[in-house]
């Protein structure tokens, strides 16, 4: 008896590991529907502002007093004003492909990001996993920019 209850005590740590691990080792978060919101309370890019990448030209943190849910997650702002504006178009604000990392996207698959790896392009605003991933993603912007847009109905579909 004591074995089986090992075996299946096991089981549920090696499946954990997975979940949160993902295939490839990188950490996976929870998503709601399309978006890339964190398992913690279902908040939308890591907290961050999403208008300030428009208005401030850099990553602001969004705080809880400010925030609004869509698409499944709940998006925080740096202030009424930037609320308000993504309230009024959340797609003109809204980062590409849900807030997944743009360069994983255009490799067909999702990855986690970091909100200071960034850049606005063609008016749309798009994230990466990182600054380095960010260097590969803009050594062809535009060829990414195709690949993931392509890549992104197929993508989705397992999210």
Do not use: H
């Amino acid at each position: 008896m004591r074995n089986s209850q090992f075996v299946r005590v096991l089981s549920a740590v090696v499946f954990m590991l997975a979940v949160t691990l993902g295939v490839n080792g990188t950490p996976t978060v929870a998503t709601a529907g399309e978006v890339n919101a964190t398992s913690f309370g279902g908040i939308a890019i890591d907290g961050t502002d999403p208008v300030a990448y428009f208005t401030d030209g850099k990553a602001v943190e969004g705080q809880s007093d400010f925030s609004y849910d869509w698409m499944g997650a709940t998006w925080r702002f740096a202030s009424a004003e930037n609320l308000e504006k993504f309230k009024a178009d959340p797609e003109a604000y809204a980062p590409q492909y849900g807030g997944y990392c743009a360069w994983a996207v255009s490799q067909g698959y999702t990855a986690g990001i970091d909100p200071n790896a960034f850049r606005i392009e063609g008016g749309k605003l798009y994230l990466n996993y990182s600054k380095g991933v960010q260097d590969r993603w803009m050594s062809d912007v535009d060829g990414n920019i195709a690949a993931a847009d392509r890549n992104w109905p197929d993508v989705k579909k397992g999210l």
